[in-house]
């Protein structure tokens, strides 16, 4: 890939010279965010970056519609232009527009058209932090798509959730100075557990709705596992037949203490061996873990990939949160949950919207 082929497109296809001016501001907004994502340690392909802004918008050589992210990746099929840099002209209309949506805007094929790479991510961003030939900052940029989407639409929520996982992450200590900072303006773990808990099941709900269904929350050790507890109690009172697999005794005081409150509410605890459901809830670790996963937390789960419906609290357990390596085994999760903040090592793993953030407080 290098420039005189995307200027050989561009001729070719007759893409106007205001669209080709907007695509170099894209390239310079992207590369830009880019070049900071990799000085913070996220490995970043500069040239999908570089091509994929410069050819973003391709398809608005014969198409004006909202279907022209399609079009554009059909018009690059008949280049020797990488697949990656084609998705990223196919995901990049809006924030990513999501099978239902494309049902509602009669877009054909009907299908999610959501970014996953991080650098699928950079170029939807970018472009819509662009405005003509100006580059906005993300609270103007906020602003304008509340008046033209809507205060609760789905593309603005999914514009936050890109601003959230390219510029507003955080590592494991950062986290931890954040829980701390929380502590010192009053608040405790308890409270930050609790508020993680309720969070958890009112997203899953959103989600996955439970009432009357099998929920399964599998603990671990930590506080990941205290999370797990908490959110079983709110689990049931949502309405669902909740069930607790407990793989180790908790080895913290504020999960000691959500667990004995689950079992006051009469949540039945249950063996790996005899668990079964349709949802299962991952608070087997979270930012805590370290190095290699033995047993029974192996097993555990690969026994919680076999459910139909799995979702992680904060980390994928069998993720490293910081830098996304997956250890031995590795939880397959449909939805995560991250607390506070978007974890690091999450970055350009999961289609946008399937990482949600709930609000704790710190
Ligand atoms: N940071 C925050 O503000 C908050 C964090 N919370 C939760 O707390 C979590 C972090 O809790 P913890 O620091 O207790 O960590 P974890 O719950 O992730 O796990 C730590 C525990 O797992 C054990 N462990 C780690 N790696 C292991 C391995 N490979 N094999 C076997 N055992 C292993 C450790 O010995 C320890 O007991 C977060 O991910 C989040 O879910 C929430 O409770 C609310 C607030
Ligand atoms: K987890």
């Keep these: 890939m290098n420039e005189e082929l995307v200027q050989k497109i561009w001729q070719k296809e007759g893409l106007a010279e205001n669209i080709r001016e907007h695509c170099r501001t894209v390239e310079k907004a992207a590369l830009e965010l880019a070049n900071r994502l990799t000085q913070k ?6 040239d999908f970056v570089k091509y994929g802004a410069l050819l973003h918008d391709i398809g608005r050589a014969r198409d004006h519609s909202v279907r022209q992210g399609i079009t554009g990746y059909e018009i690059l099929q008949n280049y020797s232009v990488p697949e990656e840099i084609r998705k990223i002209a196919k995901y990049h209309v809006g924030a990513g527009i999501t099978k239902e949506e494309t049902l509602a805007l009669k877009i054909e094929p009907v299908q999610d058209l959501l970014p996953v790479t991080v650098e699928e991510k950079i170029v939807s961003y970018g472009d819509n932090l662009v405005a003509g030939q100006k580059i906005l900052s993300f609270q103007e940029t906020l602003h304008a798509f509340e008046q033209k989407f809507g205060l609760k639409s789905g593309t603005v929520e999914r514009l936050k959730l890109e601003h959230r996982e390219l510029e507003s992450f955080v590592t494991r200590d950062e986290m931890h100075e954040l829980e701390k ?15 993680a808990g309720k969070e958890i099941a009112r997203i899953t709900n959103e989600f996955f709705p439970v009432i009357r269904r099998n929920v399964v929350c599998f603990a671990g050790p930590g506080n990941n596992g205290g999370d797990a507890l908490v959110a079983a109690r709110y689990f049931k009172s949502l309405g669902a037949k909740v069930s607790i697999v407990l793989l180790v005794q908790p080895q913290t005081w504020e ?3 959500n667990l004995k409150r689950a079992q006051n509410d009469g949540i039945e605890i249950k063996d790996l061996e005899s668990t079964s459901g349709e949802i299962v809830v991952d608070g087997i670790f979270g930012t805590g873990v370290r190095g290699e996963i033995g047993e029974p937390f192996a097993s555990a789960i690969r026994k919680l990939n076999e459910f139909e419906i799995k979702v992680a609290i904060d980390v994928p357990s069998g993720l490293n949160p910081d830098s996304g390596e997956e250890k031995n085994v590795v939880v397959n999760t449909d939805l995560v949950i991250c607390l506070g903040r978007f ?10 919207g399937r990482v949600q953030i709930a609000d704790i407080g710190v």
């Design 343 to 352: 974890k690091k090592g999450l970055i350009g793993k999961f289609q946008l």
């Design 181 to 195: 900072k929380a502590i010192e303006k009053g608040l405790s773990i308890e409270k930050l557990m609790e508020n």
């Design 255 to 257: 999960a000691k203490m």
């Design 41 to 46: 340690g996220v490995k970043v392909n500069l």
